[in-house]
């Protein structure tokens, strides 16, 4: 058999030329064209859900939110097993669903059943979906740096101006930023002033919400014009 194929390609060479280049070429295109994964995701087929409750206890969010939010979640089709974690402040649910399932499939049928998980939550409570993508994903990191800025300054551009367009690139999940200082304000409560005036905490946080806001009124007309009227609240420094 194979003295008769060597005879052949010795009988048949630009034949046997052809189809070898043929072959490499196919390769060479293969290879530009397949979607190579450097490194492959061996993780489970899972769907991450977040819940925020600030201030509360590990126990109150397992009572009141994490509970809840797992037995709604485990009566999706095609799910092999939900598992939770509460901490403080924070209520996490990890659906996983068999394998074969497609992915956007299962995040609408998280998405779906949300909608009646919610009826059992905290009014003030609003569960998400985590990004649409894993651990694995995590392909670069970058830091942003300035002279003259100090991190807060940082936090904010890399939050308000870099974060977006870095969103809009195509196959991009998800910006998440570590480090630097968020802007905020603080204010420092002295309870006994609080007391002394029989002042409660809630309305004073009342007080502090109100006044940060900008509200709009009607509008009058004055030469032939309209003038719109507002009334600018929103807080933009300590002063």
Known sequence: MINHIIEFCLNNRLLVLFFTLLVVLAGIWALKSASIDAIPDIGENQIIVYADWPGRSPQDVEDQ??????VNLMGIPRVKVV??????????VNIIFEEGVDFYWARTRVLERLDLAKRDLPPDITPILGPDATALGQIFWYTVEGEGYDLGELRSIQDWYIKYQLNSVHGVSEIASVGGFVKQYQIDVDPNKLLAYNIPLSRLIMAVQKSNIDVGAKVFEEGGMEFIVRGLGFIKSIE
């Not at 598992?83 to 996490?92: E, I, K, P, V």
């Open 83 to 92: 598992r939770s974690n509460s901490m403080f402040g924070l209520s996490m």
């Open 65 to 70: 939110v994490t509970y809840p939010l797992t």
